[in-house]
């Protein structure tokens, strides 16, 4: 039966040329432990480095002794096993279950080598409680879809070898194996969502309908083609609407509503978004999108909000406040900046276009967030002054940004507004500052543009 399965496992794995090795997330049970020995022999095969990770959770009074026995097992298969403590909050609304899943998948990451392929045993059954899961939460295709069999993780590769395995040919196969496996009390337990379906629903659907699983893994395949073609679709739209961030508005009118919605969902997957439920992507079109000109309009949900600015839609934070810290600058020290900000350092720079001049002795630098009301700025090259509310509409800053871009004052003077522009007076004729703001992993460069 071993022999059987681990054909099948090999014929599952991709060429493992490209692997820089194997590392099996391995829990003790039935199910990851025969996966551990399938790739065992895979690996010994191929030449390939395995390891093994076990995540002690603390929640049973057994988990020292399952410890003990993953050790034991990895000792008699001559694996490295790497254990990892963690420690999740009860009663913080969120359920130990999903804690626990989120916990074991960071550690995973933290633990992955460039090019490693991470192992994990879903299998078939696990398949069919996903999309009865996904159909609990009325999820569309890309839930329905369920669990892939490959993707990337953590600069290597995620791989589910035993997903169209069923759970009863494991537990055939693990009977013949020459050491057992831990059994986790809490899989009894019926109040989880998952042991429910595993435990009272599951077994009366097979036992009228045996080939459930299979038939399920069928539609599941059917959805994940589906779910691609609707990728492709909108990957095709976004090239004609999107730009950075931001979802132009124009190009949507062209779009059928559900065509519409699907470019919409596809922007904010993009940006790691919490997706809409398909009553709140109608509220995007018509509160947002088809607001008054004049109008301001937001819509919030999950901790994201889609704003309209300059016939564009962006995704933001809900509530990002203007700040008004002064912050002491050192050139040469980068200054971490509040609310998320990023960093922001001030270099000096031989030679350059828009360079700083340097400060003199009586203008210690320092960067703000506000400019008094009232207070003129003359951008270097501009014919006059204007307030700084005209000035950040002309340059396009969206109403939410505004009090929370760093602005360089030497002494009591504004020098510059950082990403925008310098102010005259300031530029310097030779050697000079310049100033680097690394803002969510993009470095923007002063003077990033130019208003003449």
Same mark, same amino acid.
């Given at each position: 039966m071993i022999?059987?399965?681990?054909?099948?496992?090999?014929?599952?794995?991709?060429?493992?040329?490209?692997?820089?090795?194997?590392?099996?997330?391995?829990?003790?049970?039935?199910?990851?432990?025969?996966? +551990?020995?399938?790739? @065992?022999?895979? !690996? %010994?095969?191929?030449? $390939?480095?395995? &390891?093994?990770?076990?995540?002690?959770?603390?929640l049973s009074p057994h988990a020292d002794e399952w410890v003990a026995h993953c050790e034991a097992v990895c000792q008699q298969l001559a694996v490295a096993l790497l254990v990892e403590r963690v420690?999740?909050?009860?009663?913080?609304?969120?359920? +130990?279950?999903?804690? @626990?899943?989120? !916990? %074991?998948?960071?550690? $995973?990451?933290? &633990?992955?080598?460039?090019g490693e392929w991470l192992l994990t045993a879903h299998h078939q059954d696990d398949q069919l409680e996903t999309l009865l899961l996904a159909l609990k939460r009325g999820a569309g295709l890309r839930g329905l879809a369920g669990i892939l069999p490959s993707q990337p993780f953590a600069g290597g590769l995620l791989l589910r070898p035993l997903l169209d395995v069923s759970r009863a040919e494991l537990t055939e196969a693990a009977a013949t194996l020459p050491f057992g496996w831990v059994e986790d009390e809490s899989n009894q337990d019926v109040s989880y969502d998952r042991n429910f379906l595993r435990q009272t629903l599951?077994?009366?659907?097979?036992?009228?309908?045996?080939?459930?699983?299979?038939?399920?893994?069928?539609?599941?395949?059917?959805?994940?083609?589906?779910?691609?073609?609707?990728?492709?679709?909108?990957?095709?739209?976004?090239?004609?609407?999107?730009?950075?961030?931001?979802?132009?508005?124009?190009?949507?009118?062209?779009?059928?509503?559900t065509r519409r919605n699907n470019l919409l969902r596809y922007w904010i997957r993009r940006q790691g978004g919490e997706m809409p439920s398909r009553e709140q992507l109608n509220l995007i079109w018509q509160e947002v999108v088809l607001a008054r000109g004049d109008a301001n309009p937001q819509l919030n949900w999950g901790r994201q909000s889609c704003r309209r600015f300059q016939q564009r839609l962006y995704l933001v934070s809900p509530d990002l406040q203007p700040c008004h810290q002064l912050l002491?600058?050192?050139?040469?020290?980068?200054?971490?900046?509040?609310?998320?900000?990023?960093?922001?350092?001030?270099?000096?720079?031989?030679?350059?276009?828009?360079?700083?001049?340097?400060?003199?002795?009586?203008?210690?630098?320092?960067?703000?967030?506000?400019?008094?009301?009232?207070?003129?700025?003359?951008?270097?090259?501009?014919?006059?002054?204007?307030?700084?509310?005209?000035?950040?509409?002309?340059?396009?800053?969206?109403?939410?940004?505004?009090?929370?871009?760093?602005?360089?004052?030497?002494?009591?003077?504004?020098?510059?507004?950082?990403?925008?522009?310098?102010?005259?007076?300031?530029?310097?004729?030779?050697?000079?500052?310049?100033?680097?703001?690394?803002?969510?992993?993009?470095?923007?460069?002063?003077?990033?543009?130019d208003l003449a």
């Open positions: 022999s059987h399965l681990y054909s099948r496992f090999s014929l599952t794995m991709p060429a493992p040329e490209g692997s820089a090795g194997l590392l099996v997330a391995f829990s003790g049970g039935l199910d990851s432990t025969l996966l +551990l020995v399938l790739a @065992a022999q895979y !690996a %010994r095969e191929h030449g $390939l480095v395995l &390891r093994a990770l076990h995540v002690h959770h603390g420690t999740l909050a009860r009663g913080n609304g969120e359920s +130990l279950e999903a804690q @626990a899943r989120t !916990a %074991r998948y960071q550690r $995973l990451t933290a &633990r992955m080598r460039a599951i077994p009366q659907l097979k036992a009228r309908w045996p080939a459930m699983a299979q038939t399920a893994a069928r539609s599941m395949a059917l959805c994940a083609e589906q779910e691609a073609l609707l990728e492709e679709l909108a990957e095709s739209d976004w090239q004609l609407a999107g730009e950075g961030e931001a979802l132009h508005i124009g190009p949507l009118h062209d779009l059928s509503p002491p600058l050192t050139v040469g020290e980068p200054l971490t900046l509040p609310e998320g900000l990023g960093e922001l350092v001030v270099r000096m720079q031989q030679v350059g276009e828009g360079l700083l001049r340097a400060p003199r002795a009586d203008e210690p630098l320092s960067v703000r967030f506000q400019v008094a009301p009232g207070i003129p700025l003359k951008p270097v090259g501009r014919g006059g002054s204007r307030r700084m509310k005209k000035l950040l509409q002309e340059y396009g800053v969206p109403s939410w940004q505004r009090g929370r871009i760093p602005i360089l004052y030497y002494g009591e003077q504004v020098a510059a507004v950082v990403g925008l522009f310098v102010c005259d007076g300031f530029m310097a004729q030779g050697a000079g500052l310049v100033c680097h703001w690394q803002k969510s992993g993009v470095a923007l460069i002063l003077p990033e543009r």
